[in-house]
């Protein structure tokens, strides 16, 4: 494991320590064999001044779940020393009493909550102390031998505690055993199936300490195991199981999940051991993760379906078994999957929540391979990970960032989306929780959205190879699609029927109808798979009051009318609903150019301004008008509505 201590970096913060600690907690971070999202915890004991010009001793403690690659000041909170190492010598304390006493001896109430690690800091007696989750350690430590190789490979060097609960119980555990114990004489810490403490009087060297640390075991992990088993996963894409996957995962957990399916040759190497069903249901890697993926993954064989139904009473059952007092159950998805012959599958409630699991998915197989190689993967009782699982402070890790919005989940797909309507759609959608993938032929598509849940793809809707594709492309990021915006469109120059262009007449047909067809056919299989299935025509106020001079357009958005209609029809037995909205005289959008306002005004003989207002409402309506529109149908409000169409267009008299 690589140092990255450096010594100019460093100087810079030399005479503040509350800085240094970012320093080196950032350093930690870093390295994500030894932490993961918001794993791990580090901190500085210095003494500040008080109101009243007094000396106090602080410990300034890592905030409660936040990253230690990113930390900032603000991320430490500072606690009485003195209330804290009082507290470890107290008999008894329960979690609210300790998060009470925490919070009260806090120098500024306005901190952030410390971490539940806060009383162990505070009696390890020196300046600076790390924590982290080391991934080696604790894969050494899951093991029939666990305790045996620990003590082979670090000897005297480390003080080695059994697994306990975190909080108070450890800290007092720790504060016992410690009680006639020279600290000068190790240089660490190592909790059993939990992680590896370090610490000194400087920085630099509780920071190589832990380097130095978790490298032992790497190095002995490299030397005594073999690399993880590796495969191919070409040719094994089933995208409409995946979908069907994640649709029973979303039911199951009664929301909508993102489902993130991993085929690199490590995830389909796991997925393809023989005996995976065995040693991936044994437990996670550390009972901090279990909060995250739940203590087991589901193992999908052929009924996918049946597994998930299966999980979910197993975790019910466990949850039966190891309950006490007045515990609820936690919903029972999974929240990872092993599917054999194609990798391994993380789901969340947003691209964050996919990433953690994602991530602590691939440091845990790689892990079980570990502990298979040197003598059998073993991790905690599973009545210990319950415990971790259902303990408030954790539980209040997770819904630290916790999501309401309507459309949280969802996955949506808008055309035209560079400008006007479509863009306004996709930005709303996205802001109401769902992850959007956005199609427009001008390539700054993929400049105006270029996040991971909000993305933009050049494509050319009439072109049904790029449309395959990019359909394809959403269901293997996210799992499926629930949500589908028909809006892409050009609006052709005016003319008459008896000048109508034949080119000008079949580009309308073949952009503003016919590509909307090939789309939706080619969606329909997954919005099968979809939660609360939705799909939104963009039509126009052409549809019910033509006007002279607009047949192309007009025809083809009346056609695109009677397809959404009929579609309602078709799809309502499958739960998918199919509305459409005839917006009128949004002249923020890239058909309406100051030329054509200016034309429309004088053919009516009325000014600009009274042209962009004429309507019984005397408002002017926006492309955000109609994405406040299109959110709603795509939500509860609209679940028992299909083959509407509405207006948007501050009431006209030719449409009432
Ligand atoms: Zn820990």
């Given at each position: 494991m690589k140092n990255l201590w450096n010594d100019n970096e460093a100087k810079v913060f030399a005479c503040d320590p509350l800085q240094l600690r970012v320093y080196t907690s950032r350093l930690l971070g870093r390295e994500t064999r030894l932490v993961l999202h918001g794993g791990g915890n580090t901190s500085v004991k210095t003494s500040t001044t008080n109101l009243f010009g007094e000396s106090e001793e602080t410990l300034y403690i890592k905030e409660s779940g936040v990253d230690l690659s990113t930390i900032q000041a603000a991320g430490f909170a500072p606690v009485k020393l003195e209330t804290l190492t009082r507290m470890a010598s107290l008999d008894e304390l329960t979690d609210m009493d300790m998060i009470k006493a925490q919070r009260s001896a806090m120098i500024d109430p306005t901190a952030p909550i410390p971490s539940v690690e806060a009383i162990l800091h505070a009696i390890i007696p020196f300046k600076f102390v790390d924590h982290t989750h080391a991934d080696a350690v604790v894969t050494i430590a899951n093991n029939e031998r666990g305790e045996e190789l620990i003590r082979k490979i670090y000897k005297a060097s480390v003080l080695i505690i059994p697994y306990t609960m975190p909080g108070f119980i450890l800290a007092r555990k720790v504060s016992k055993i410690t009680r006639n114990m020279n600290w000068q004489k190790i240089?660490?810490?190592?909790?059993?199936?939990?992680?590896?403490?370090?610490?000194?009087?400087?920085?630099?060297?509780?920071?190589?300490?832990?380097?130095?640390?978790?490298?032992?075991?790497?190095?002995?992990?490299?030397?005594?195991?073999?690399?993880?088993?590796?495969?191919?996963?070409?040719?094994?894409?089933?995208?409409l199981k995946l979908a069907g996957i994640r649709h029973q995962i979303s039911v199951t957990k009664g929301d909508a999940m993102i489902a993130r399916l991993d085929k690199s040759t490590e995830a389909c190497g796991f997925a393809d051991l023989p005996d995976v069903k065995s040693i991936a249901a044994r437990g996670p890697m550390t009972p901090d993760h279990a909060i995250r993926t739940k203590p087991i993954p589901v193992i999908l064989k052929d009924d996918v379906e049946k597994d998930i139904i299966n999980y979910s009473s197993a975790y019910k059952k466990y949850f039966d078994r190891n309950t006490t007092g007045e515990l609820t159950c936690l919903d029972p998805a999974p929240r990872w999957g092993v599917w054999p012959q194609h990798g391994t599958l993380a789901f969340g409630r947003s691209i964050r929540g996919v990433n953690i699991v994602s991530d602590i998915v691939r440091h845990t197989i790689r892990a079980i391979q570990y502990g298979e190689t040197i003598g059998g993967w073993k991790p905690l009782p599973e009545k210990d990970i319950f415990d971790m699982e259902y303990w408030g402070p954790q539980q209040a890790k997770l819904h630290k960032n916790d999501v309401t919005s309507e459309l949280q989940g969802k996955i949506a797909l808008v055309t035209g989306a560079a400008?006007?309507?479509?863009?306004?759609?996709?930005?709303?959608?996205?802001?109401?929780?769902?992850?959007?993938?956005?199609?427009?032929?001008?390539?700054?598509?993929?400049?105006?959205?270029?996040?991971?849940d909000l993305t933009g793809l050049t494509c050319d809707v009439t072109n049904d190879k790029r449309v395959k594709e990019v359909v394809e492309s959403i269901i293997r990021r996210f799992g499926g699609l629930d949500i589908l915006v028909n809006n892409a469109g050009i609006f052709p120059p005016s003319l008459s029927i008896e000048d109508m262009d034949a080119k000008i007449w079949n580009l309308s047909m073949d952009i503003n109808l016919s590509s909307h067809q090939r789309l939706l056919k080619m969606c329909i299989p997954y919005l099968k798979q979809g939660i609360?299935?939705?799909?939104?025509?963009?039509?126009?106020?052409?549809?019910?009051?033509?006007?002279?001079?607009?047949?192309?357009?007009?025809?083809?958005?009346?056609?695109?009318?009677?397809?959404?209609?009929?579609?309602?029809?078709?799809?309502?037995?499958?739960?998918?609903?199919?509305?459409?909205?005839?917006?009128?005289?949004?002249?923020?959008?890239?058909?309406?150019?100051?030329?054509?306002?200016?034309?429309?005004?004088?053919?009516?003989?009325?000014?600009?301004?009274?042209?962009?207002?004429?309507?019984?409402?005397?408002?002017?309506?926006?492309?955000?008008?109609?994405?406040?529109?299109?959110?709603?149908?795509?939500?509860?409000?609209?679940?028992?509505?299909?083959?509407?169409?509405?207006?948007?267009d501050g009431g006209n008299e030719r449409v009432i």
């Open positions: 240089e660490g810490m190592i909790l059993l199936n939990h992680g590896l403490f370090t610490f000194a009087d400087d920085a630099r060297t509780s920071y190589e300490r832990m380097i130095h640390l978790a490298s032992l075991a790497e190095d002995y992990l490299q030397k005594e195991g073999a690399p993880g088993s590796v495969a191919k996963a070409e040719d094994r894409e089933d995208l400008s006007g309507i479509g863009r306004a759609c996709a930005e709303m959608l996205h802001k109401q929780g769902a992850v959007v993938t956005g199609l427009d032929l001008n390539p700054k598509i993929t400049r105006i959205f270029n996040q991971e609360d299935s939705t799909v939104i025509f963009i039509a126009s106020k052409n549809v019910p009051a033509p006007g002279p001079g607009v047949s192309a357009y007009s025809v083809a958005k009346a056609g695109l009318t009677q397809l959404a209609r009929i579609a309602a029809m078709e799809l309502a037995s499958d739960g998918i609903r199919v509305n459409i909205v005839h917006p009128d005289a949004v002249f923020d959008t890239g058909i309406w150019t100051q030329e054509i306002i200016e034309e429309r005004a004088e053919r009516y003989n009325i000014t600009v301004e009274e042209y962009k207002t004429k309507n019984f409402l005397k408002t002017k309506i926006t492309s955000k008008d109609v994405a406040a529109l299109v959110c709603c149908m795509a939500g509860p409000a609209f679940a028992k509505t299909t083959g509407a169409q509405i207006p948007i």
